[in-house]
Structure formats: structure tokens, C-alpha cells
């Protein structure tokens, strides 16, 4: 009964079982699915040691369910079958009798006599026959897919460069001179090796995808001038990508010496041979020209042939042009709309950035919805929004990214038909990397600085490229920020801080309200926020304080932690002190008289900004920002005090000082005068509003006109 309510599905297969046959298997799929149809892939298709690119390429379309009657299987390269194929084909079939549609090259009758009868026997059924035409290697037709509506180009055309000879120093020298154009925003395609040397010797200013980077689809959708600098025939990748361009009217370059692809494709332009000379001819003849050459593609011959009519047709699919409506992915809960996806990091801090700018976007428009870990949703939903859960990372996992894996998927799924998917983090994750490179969504990255020197970011400012616009929230002072991406898709706000202004008579009636919760009645009110226990244990420094206050009868002591973060059971016998699990610290630090806190940028900001008396305790790992850069800057000014993790007599003398001799209330006021930077919570709502529905969003500034 369930079999027979399922709908009918295509499944696509290879008879080659090579690596390069499993990513032209993947493309062809890609396409298919694009214009879609039920693509899918077979399990056991997926090579055992296929590389990260292509599992994710693949993960879209996998299936498990058997073949039934009523499915399509289209089976690529089916002129060079083997006994390990037909044997796999007769698993995946059974009795089925399902139609078959083989691709391959039969222009010889001997090849298509032996391909149908050897097909037929093994399933049973008689194949349909896609004559490839002569030529060696060749496993399946490329073709195009017409966008759905016309695409707007922005001010600065993306020109792509395919395939350009980068170890000419000629041609590196013109590159360089043409990269930083601020009319044109160029990108390189290459092979992964050219890619790594470029980045090695000239850093990420210029974005360089790698052929397996990202399915053609994908690149062209992000292209409105594309250069070829190699021939395109021989390479069902590059062949592919130009069919998705010809559909689309962008304009195509042919600057191969000799001209080989203006030779055999009639959409392209010749163009100087390399990249030398490109600089004066795109001003000269193409620039001027780029709509009227883009109607020259459309109607070109190449375009026509590109038209994935014949290759439907043989499937038993109607063209797009006659479909009632392509069938695409199910709009989501976000569609319409913008999707945050904060990392779990160590803490919070990604999630309570997130919250606080998604609290200051317009009411008027779809409420975000976020995609966040399972240490972050409780925080997320306490503040209004939805959240699906993503996949943590697990020791029973064979590889290391499979949870991103699943991940990918679930983002596909929520962001079906959003505008903008916004992400806070400070490595993206290949999961947010494709979502974000997918077209028509728009990326944001918000990426919070102060990054350590002995970190290795190279991968996160590599995917950069994929976003359309990079937020970065700024430190309370100068000396902290440093710019490692430049360009007009990078804005900075200021800091991302919930500014609580609580005036006395409300600081005392909750410190009341503490007292009565707690049942200890107190004079001074100390909390300590020393992380989760992920980046050091704080076990030590935590005993300390405890034990430093247990012996002052007038304080009672807040251990405040994140709801997952970890305990030792000590903590929990100490009369003066009490522990908090809560996601709301910085209402608990704002009624202190003294805080002891690490120095991440929310707890750091928080202080700074609520005008509270803190010890900064930095916290250090590799993977965290430079906690005792910042913890450094304010007790440089007075705005508070630097102890190390082991100085634990230190922090007793300086709590001591803090609550005996007045340091506390000095600071205090220091803090009450400085000079602080515009909380940016509201600036960084307006670019994501901007970014999503277009300057005339925030022409009238309704997030700025909003009462605070």
C-alpha cells in the first residue's frame, strides 16, 4: 500500500565506476533535479572513497528504495558496460520491468545491438537508446537550465574566469592588475593544485573555485561573464557549466589561443588570447555591449542545442516550456524570509549575537527562523523564534563531517524559497557553504574578529566568496579590530551587546528579588561567568571564589554557567555561594557589585556597556578568539582588572580591593564616562534588511525610527 502511494522516481546510474564517472554522475543528476524531475542516486553509486565535494554533491539525491513499476532508469556510459554493472543493475531492478533510457556512444550498430541486447536480458526489459555520437569517453549529454525569470545583474557584472594559465607570470602579473576593478568583481576557476598555490602566494582577495568546488549549476548562477581560457569540448563539466550560461544569456569569452571554442560554439566571442589585453577589450567592445551580446546568446545556435527539450523527451518528461510548473523543492517555514544559523562555538555567544539582532528587524515582515545546535535551541526559542535542530558532531560518525552531512540537508530544507541565510561563526562549515553559494538565497556572514595569531582561518576566508555581504561586529576599542577581508561587502557595526540601563531603584528591587529566590538575604552581590568548561577547566578558580566568600557573611556568590555547561559537584556545598544555570547573564552581571568573567565578547561587552565593576579571567584555546587582547585594552584604561587562570591570590587580593577599598565603585564611575562605540544590533538589522529585500527596505530606517 506505502509502495504504492510513493511517486514515481528517475534514478540515475554510471556503467564506469571511475571517480571522474561518479562527478559526471552527480552533475547529470544535479541538472535533472534542477529542472524537477525525481533525480536520485542509488547508495551503493557513491564511490567508498568518493572526496567531500562530491558527497555533498551527491547527498541531495540519494535513495535507498528499491526500483518499482512505474520508475525510470537512466544509465549513463551504457556503450561500456561490465559484468560488475549489469549485476548491480539487475539488484537495484529485480523484476520490475522498469524503463530503461541508456546514454552512450552508438554510432557504431555492432555497439547498440550488444548494449540493448545485454540491457535487456539483465532487466528485462528492452532499453531506449541516447546516441551520444562518436568519441571516446563521453557518458552523457550536456545540457542547460533555463533559469525560472529573467536574472538582475548588479552594478559590478561577476566575470569568471575559466581555466586561466596561472603559472605564466605574464598572465599572473595582468590578473593582478585586473582583480581589483571595482566595476567588475571577477572570480577564477582552476584545478584545486592552481588554487592552493595562488592562495599560498596572493591571500584570498581574489575568490578561486576549484573545478569540483561546486556543481556548474551553482557557478552559473553566479556568473554574469564568463571567460574560457581553455576548450571547453572533452571536459561534461565545463560543457555543462556553458550550457547553463547559454540559457541564461550571459556572455561568453573564448580566449584560447587559436580560438578552439569560437570555433565550435557559435555563442562565443573571440577574445586577446590569456589574460593579457582582457583589461582594454572589455572596456572597449564587450562592457558597452553586454545586454545586446547576451540577446546574440539566447539566440545563438549553442543556446538552442543547450535546451534540455531532447533529453527530457527521451525520458518521458515534458520541456519546460510546456510543464504547467516546474515542481521545485517545497518552500520552507523561512520562505520569504531569512534564516539564522548561529555555530554552537563554545558558548552562546554565537546564538545570543543572532537573537539580538533578528529582535531589531522589522515586525512587518516573515519573522526569522533559526538553525541552531542542540546547546542553543532552548536559548533561541526563550526568545521567540523557531529553531530546527542540527546535527552535533559524534564520536560514532566514520567521518568527521558526516553530521554535516545531514546538516545540508536540513538546511536545504528550511531554506527552500528564504531570501537570506545569515550565519555567526567563525569556521564555515561546508553544510553553510553550500546553502550560501546556492542561487537565489543570499549569504551573510557575521564574523566576529579578535582572531588569535596562531590560528589557521585560510579556509574560513576562502569561503567568504560565498557571501554577499560580511557583517562584522567591532570590539569596544580601535586597537582590537584588524581588517582581514576588504571590499564593499564587508560592513562593521558596532558591538553586538544587550545594553541593559537598569537606574537604582530598579537594581535594588531585583537584587530584593534575589534575595527572597535564594533565601540569603546580602549587602554585596558578586558573580563570577567563567565560561562552560569546554576551552579549560575553571573547576580551581571557581573553588577559590567560593571559598573566598564563603568567609564574608554580607556577599552572596552567583556561579553563573551556561545550561550546558559542566559542573563538579563541590560547587554545590558552599553556603554563600549558588549556582545558575541561565542564558540571561547579563541581567545577573548588571546588579553586581563585583564580576569575575572571562573575556569572551558577549560576557566582555556586557560588562563594558552595563557599567559593571569586573576581574577578567581570559580563557585560552586555539580555536577562541584573544581573550587577553581584550581583557588587556580595558585594564589598560582602568575599566577593569587581568589576572591569568593560575594567579589565584591575585584574584583574592583583587576581589578584596574590589569590595574593601573602593576599586569597585571607582570603576564604576570610569565606566559611567567612557567613550564606548553605538551598540550595533539595530546597524547590522538594517544590512540584513537591505541585503534581503533591497535599499527601498530601509529607506525610511523603520529599525532606527524604532523606540528603543
Keep these: 500500500m506505502i509502495a504504492a502511494m510513493l511517486p514515481p522516481m528517475l534514478l540515475c546510474e554510471t556503467a564506469r565506476d571511475g571517480r571522474t564517472d561518479s562527478e559526471h554522475l552527480a552533475i547529470f543528476a544535479s541538472q535533472l533535479a534542477a529542472l524537477g524531475l525525481p533525480a536520485r542516486v542509488d547508495v551503493g553509486a557513491v564511490p567508498e572513497r568518493a572526496g567531500l565535494h562530491l558527497q555533498f554533491d551527491f547527498a541531495p539525491l540519494l535513495s535507498d528504495r528499491a526500483l518499482r513499476p512505474g520508475d525510470t532508469l537512466a544509465l549513463l556510459a551504457a556503450d561500456q558496460l561490465n559484468d560488475r554493472t549489469l549485476l548491480r543493475l539487475r539488484r537495484l531492478a529485480g523484476d520490475t520491468g522498469v524503463a530503461v533510457r541508456a546514454f552512450g556512444s552508438f554510432s557504431a550498430t555492432q555497439t547498440a545491438l550488444g548494449a540493448r541486447a545485454r540491457l535487456a536480458y539483465v532487466l528485462g526489459s528492452e532499453p531506449e537508446l541516447f546516441d551520444l555520437g562518436p568519441g571516446a569517453g563521453r557518458t552523457a549529454p550536456p545540457f542547460g537550465v533555463p533559469p525560472l525569470a529573467p536574472r538582475p545583474r548588479g552594478e559590478a557584472p561577476r566575470v569568471l574566469l575559466v581555466g586561466p594559465d596561472l603559472k605564466d607570470p ?45 556543481l556548474p549549476l551553482t557557478l552559473a548562477g553566479r556568473t554574469d561573464l564568463a571567460v574560457c581560457f581553455s576548450r571547453i569540448e572533452g571536459s561534461f563539466r565545463l560543457q555543462t557549466l556553458v550550457a547553463n550560461l547559454l540559457l541564461a544569456g550571459v556572455p561568453l569569452l573564448d580566449g584560447t589561443a587559436g580560438h578552439l571554442n569560437a570555433c565550435e560554439n557559435d555563442a562565443f566571442v573571440p577574445a586577446p588570447p590569456g589574460i593579457v589585453g582582457l583589461d582594454a577589450f572589455l572596456d572597449a567592445e564587450i562592457l558597452p555591449n553586454l545586454h545586446h551580446i547576451g540577446e546574440n546568446v539566447l539566440a545563438s545556435r549553442a543556446a538552442i542545442t543547450a535546451r534540455p527539450g531532447r533529453v527530457l523527451a527521451f525520458l518521458g518528461a515534458p520541456p519546460p516550456a510546456t510543464a504547467p510548473a516546474r515542481p521545485l523543492r517545497k518552500p520552507g517555514p523561512a520562505a520569504g524570509g531569512v534564516v539564522f544559523v548561529p555555530t554552537n562555538g563554545v558558548g552562546l555567544g554565537h546564538a545570543r549575537r543572532c537573537t539580538l539582532i533578528a529582535r531589531e528587524m522589522a515586525a512587518d515582515r516573515p519573522r526569522p527562523v533559526f538553525a541552531a545546535f542542540a546547546s542553543c535551541t532552548p536559548l533561541v526559542k526563550a526568545q521567540g523564534f523557531d529553531a530546527m535542530p542540527l546535527i552535533g558532531r559524534s564520536k560514532l560518525h566514520a567521518q568527521s563531517h558526516e553530521h554535516d552531512l545531514g546538516n545540508y540537508l536540513r538546511l536545504r530544507a528550511l531554506t527552500a524559497g528564504a531570501r537570506t541565510l545569515v550565519f555567526d561563526g567563525g569556521y564555515i562549515f561546508d553544510s553553510i557553504y553550500r546553502t550560501a553559494l546556492e542561487p537565489g538565497i543570499a549569504g551573510i556572514w557575521i564574523r566576529r574578529g579578535l582572531w588569535r595569531s ?15 555581504r560580511v557583517i562584522v561586529p567591532e ?43 535564594f533565601g540569603r538575604p546580602f549587602e554585596r552581590l558578586a558573580v563570577s561567568l567563567l565560561g562552560s568548561g569546554v576551552a579549560g577547566a575553571r573547576g580551581s578558580q571557581v573553588q577559590a571564589l567560593c571559598g ?35 542564558t540571561r547573564a547579563a541581567v545577573l552581571t548588571a546588579a553586581a557589585d563585583v564580576t569575575v568573567t572571562a573575556a569572551g565578547y558577549n560576557s566582555f561587552h556586557e560588562v563594558l556597556y552595563n557599567r559593571v565593576p569586573a576581574i577578567f579571567v581570559p580563557q585560552s584555546a586555539n580555536f577562541m578568539d584573544d581573550q587577553h587582547a581584550r581583557a588587556r585594552a580595558a ?67 523603520p529599525v532606527a525610527d524604532r523606540q528603543g
Design 454 to 468: 596562531e590560528q589557521d582561518n585560510s579556509i574560513a576566508l576562502d569561503r567568504e566568496k560565498a557571501f554577499d
Design 475 to 517: 570590539e569596544a576599542f580601535p586597537e582590537l579590530n584588524t581588517p582581514y577581508s576588504r571590499g564593499p561587502q564587508v560592513a562593521s557595526v558596532g558591538p553586538i551587546v544587550q545594553a541593559l540601563h537598569l537606574d537604582e531603584t530598579a537594581r535594588a528591587t531585583f537584587r530584593a528579588e534575589l534575595a527572597e529566590h
Design 170 to 214: 605574464a598572465q599572473v602579473a595582468a590578473l593582478s592588475a585586473l582583480a581589483p576593478r571595482r566595476g567588475l568583481r571577477f572570480a577564477v576557476l582552476t584545478d584545486s593544485r592552481t588554487k592552493h598555490d595562488w592562495i599560498a602566494t596572493h591571500g584570498h582577495a581574489l575568490p578561486v573555485f576549484a573545478y569540483g568546488e561546486a
Design 548 to 582: 573566598l566568600f564563603e568567609r564574608r557573611s554580607d556577599t552572596l556568590h552567583l556561579v553563573v554557567v551556561w545550561p550546558n555547561a559542566t559542573l563538579e559537584p563541590a560547587w554545590f556545598g558552599w553556603r554563600n555561594s549558588r549556582i545558575v544555570r541561565t
Design 635 to 701: 585594564a589598560e584604561r582602568g575599566l577593569g582588572a587581568l589576572v591569568e587562570a593560575h594567579e589565584l591570590m591575585t584574584l583574592e587580593r583583587l576581589v578584596g580591593r574590589y569590595l574593601d577599598d573602593g576599586e569597585a565603585e571607582a570603576i564604576r564611575a570610569r565606566l559611567a564616562f567612557a567613550q564606548l562605540p553605538e551598540p550595533g544590533a539595530r546597524r547590522a538589522a538594517a544590512l540584513i534588511e537591505e541585503t534581503t529585500y533591497g535599499p527601498d527596505a530601509v529607506e525610511l530606517d
